[in-house]
């Protein structure tokens, strides 16, 4: 049985607002010591450190020659992953193509803006991403999906893909479907700190890459910010988090479930609910309670409950409350969703209403799951198709494009003290 505590929102103070935001990232920074250690020994010492630590944390002693997944494991692979597992990964892989494909602008696009005066873009795809999928006791293959559907959609051609090996040295079959089928163009069996610094800085099997992106736990993520000084990264993403804002017209039930959904991912998950009524939240906590022991990870989610908060307060209140959080997930489940949301300015993905669960975007609509965590959403979006792309302006001006604007870039350059700057635009006029 949880101890789970109501609370008003006007006595929630800004001190564990911020304490929300800050829990996850004080974590990461306490493990960035330990994580530079295997990083720098990587860097350093390539393959012979990859595999020292798949040793030392994945308890599996592998020979360099068995990193790489070749194509016969990948075979074996499908032979063992029931048709209907196949099937899903299949479907979810081609929502998720789906929706990437129909927002995703790329190549040139250009426009006459003034007279003379063409400008644009050009989005070209980055050449190679790694993708960090976890594993090691559990199978993540949507992970696999939404981190390498997007760079194909992008266009980027060479996608490398480290996930951890089990005790047995193999990566879980349904991984290596999803990776396949989403079409990684590597895969190497490894993980944790190691897995980033070797995308980071290169082994002689496994290649460095000029990006990295997936989700992974507090060491991962660590890595991620140690190697961005010389790498870019999509994101520093800590523990899943969800936050409900409710009304008493909402089904407690399905608050209830959601809540404990997201709390099964981890003791340090974040969960919040917001909702317009105390009846509401005291009813949705004894179902809780009721139904806690129904599920199979009812330990976990007893103790992230626990440390979860409960709220009640007004529709505006909770609005506030909620661009103050910038969750990660954010539920709307009130009778005028719609005005709601577009009062919502802080959020990684958006759920509205009953028949939305955060589960349902994890795995199946096609959005993606790798999501900004720890207040981020405030600056950073999930993961899409323009975190593998770069973008280059274009401009085109004829001699009369220039003319029209010669007197103010002169004018500029003469502020700045640029001489050359000046001349090499008037230069073009010196006959007139």
Known sequence: MVFLRINKISNFSAEKIKKISDRQMEEIKDRKLDAGRIVEDVKNNGDA??????????????????VKIDEVEIEEAYDVVPDENIEAIK????????????????????????????????????????????????????????????????????????????????????TLVATDIAGADSVYKVGGVQAIACMAYGTNTIPNVSKIVGP??????????????????????????????????????????DLMAQAEHGEDSIVVLISTSKSHVQKVLDLIRKEMDQHARSSIISKTLDKSYFLYGSLDEAICLSNRIAPEHLEILCENRWDVLREIKNAGAIFIGEYSPVAAGDYATGCNHILPTGGLAKVKSGLDTDDFVKR????????????????????????EGLDSHGKSIFKRFEEE
Request: charged share 25%; aromatic share 6%.
């Open 216 to 257: 992974g736990n507090t060491y991962v993520t660590a890595a991620k910010s140690i190697v961005s000084e010389d790498v870019a990264i999509d994101m520093l993403a800590g523990p899943s988090e969800v936050l409900v804002i409710a009304d008493d017209k909402s089904d407690p039930g399905v608050v209830a479930s």
């Open 392 to 415: 280059s302006s274009i401009q085109f001006l004829t001699r009369e494009g220039l003319s029209n604007i010669r007197k103010i870039s002169g004018r500029l350059a003469k502020i």
């Open 49 to 66: 450190a990859v595999l020292k630590y798949t040793e030392k944390f994945d308890n599996i002693r592998l020979n360099i020659d068995d």
């Open 91 to 174: 479907k979810a892989a081609n929502n998720i193509e789906r929706f990437h494909s129909n927002f995703f602008e790329g190549g040139l696009r250009i426009e006459e803006v003034d007279q003379g005066l063409i400008l644009g873009y050009m989005k070209t795809p980055i050449s190679d991403v790694g993708v960090y999928v976890p594993g090691g006791r559990a199978a993540y293959p949507s992970s696999a999906l939404m981190g390498i559907i997007p760079g194909k959609v992008a266009g980027v051609e060479n996608i490398v893909v480290c996930t951890p090996p089990d005790k047995e040295g193999n990566v879980n079959p349904n």
